[in-house]
């Protein structure tokens, strides 16, 4: 997956580079607002990416991530906290019922743990798993002031 930012600064054969997307169009080259440095329409994120192609900082630059890494994040992000919840809620109010404890207070706090393991999962998923992103193209040499 490829997209366009501008490089902030560089070292040690790293640049970090500000992404900057439009909330309607995710910084599509041909989006005029794309790289809006200004602009309230904007939302920029920074990255650290490899910097194989020597970029300078206030370069606009194409940075390319591995699309399998990029979509298993947004499964993490988006579904598996809904999976988790329910299937905690589902188990939780099972064993409640089982015992006679009532349904609604069970259910409520096995969807809370439901969530606890997300953020569990969360946690190991970042400290195994880094996005590598990596500069391909220089579209435009330094820019100037960021």
């Known amino acids: 997956m490829r997209q366009r930012g501008v490089v902030v ?17 995710k910084g599509e ?5 794309a790289l809006d440095l200004k602009g ?10 490899a910097n194989p ?11 390319e991530g591995d699309t399998n890494a990029i979509l298993t994040g947004a499964l993490i992000v ?12 589902v188990i939780a109010r099972s064993l409640a019922a089982a015992r006679g404890w009532g349904e609604v207070a069970p259910a409520l706090i096995g969807g809370g743990l439901g969530l606890l393991l997300w953020f569990r999962v969360i946690k190991i998923h970042n400290m ?10 220089i579209e435009q040499e330094c820019v100037g002031e960021l």
Do not use: H, T, W
């Open 9 to 25: 600064s560089r070292q040690n054969g790293l640049a970090r580079v500000r992404l900057v997307r439009c909330a309607g169009c």
């Open 29 to 33: 080259a041909d989006c005029p607002f």
């Open 40 to 49: 309230e329409k904007a939302q920029p994120i920074e990255i650290d990416a």
């Open 53 to 63: 192609i020597g970029a300078e900082a206030g370069s606009i630059v194409q940075v």
């Open 78 to 89: 988006y579904f598996l906290p809904l999976v988790l919840m329910l299937a905690g809620m």
């Open 128 to 137: 195994r798993f880094r996005e590598d992103y990596r500069i391909v193209a």
